[in-house]
Every structure is written in C-alpha cells, then in structure tokens.
C-alpha cells in the first residue's frame, strides 16, 4: 500500500503497478507549487516500513527503511529537499545528508519493496551518522 501526504492509500498490487503508481503520486503538484512530499509505502493491513520524501524538481529523494531507522543510499549529499509532510506540518526541509537517492532509485524501492514485503537491496543502507565503507 502507498499512503500520501493526506492520507490516501494506494494498494500496490504488483512491482510494475507500484512504480508507476510512486511515479505519478511524486510528479503531483503541492499546494506550495512544487512537488516535494513525504510518500509511506507499508503492508496493507499494517504500519508503514518505507518513508519516502521526495522532490521530482530536483530528482532527489530520502529513503528510510522504518523498522530500523536506516537510510538508503545511492549517491553522495547534493543539497537539502522540502517537501510536504502533511497538510498539519506545511513544509519540512530533509537534509542532504538524508536525500542521498535520486527519484527512479526510489521507484525501484518502492517496485522492490512490492515484490518481496522487504528491505529492497537496490540502495545501501546505513544509520544517519555512519560514513560508507
């Protein structure tokens, strides 16, 4: 299941259908006219296991995996992302230490994720304040 910014779920019925489905959720236009929010991809029937914020404007996207606080990795920091976390919080600026993946990385998370119910392997992951090996 996918669960944006409002609430809305999505089911994810297939690795195919879940990338296209975060692909389309994270092009959408925000309120505040660009198109960086926090997207949660879990188990139908359970808590959320991946945190994505996403900005598509500047093709970079902070994965975390929930269930253990890990962050996925794709490439060095670039900058920090803003994205709408929920319609309570307005904007929230993620760090570019936290925004390491670009946006097709994330999709295929979320495809990952989809097909196997876990931890996708397509990212390097690491705690916050570890340095990669």
């Keep these: 299941m996918m669960m944006d910014y409002h609430g809305h779920r999505e089911p994810l019925p297939d690795p195919v259908r879940a990338a296209e ?3 389309g959720q994270a092009e959408s236009i925000m309120a505040h006219g660009g198109t960086g929010q926090t997207i949660w991809i879990g188990p139908v029937d359970g808590q959320a296991q991946l945190r994505i914020d996403v900005d598509t404007r500047v093709n970079r996207a902070a994965v975390c995996w929930l269930p253990d606080g890990t962050r996925g990795i794709e490439h060095e920091p ?6 709408v976390e929920s319609p309570d919080s307005g904007l929230v600026t993620v760090p570019a230490i936290l ?3 670009s946006v097709a990385a994330a999709g295929r998370a979320v495809a990952e994720y989809a097909a196997t119910g876990r931890r996708p392997t397509c990212l390097t992951w690491q705690t916050e304040h570890q340095r990669p090996g």
């Design 21 to 23: 489905l975060f692909a």
């Design 78 to 83: 670039v900058g920090p992302i803003t994205v």
């Design 99 to 101: 925004a390491r993946a």
